[in-house]
């Protein structure tokens, strides 16, 4: 099932967690695979990675997606296609460069 876990809306320099709203963000979530999308309105960057994303060294940070443009609304997306649910969603977190920007969350549940 495709499963949409909604909008994610940091604080800019705060990660949040991908689960943010799910009844219990800590919550074990498996997945097979996981989208995270920029959206139309946002004007930074959006960071992807760990509990420890720090965007300054690069730790725990997976990647970025630059700001979107009238032609182009970056995504990430991850799987394992040999592997059923291998990623635990509650492990994932979401960081922006500019408040108030935020992320469309999918997610592939088999």
Known sequence: MWKSLGYITPTAGT??????NETDPTRMFLAHSILIQQVRDNTG????GQSGLNAGTGVDLDAVLPIPTTNSLPNAT??????GNPFNCAEYYVDTTVNG???????LVL
Request: hydrophobic share 50%.
């Open 78 to 83: 991850v799987g394992i296609s040999d592997s």
């Open 101 to 107: 920007d935020k992320v469309l969350v999918s997610v």
């Open 45 to 48: 960057y959006i960071l992807i």
């Open 15 to 20: 990660p949040t967690r991908i689960t943010a």
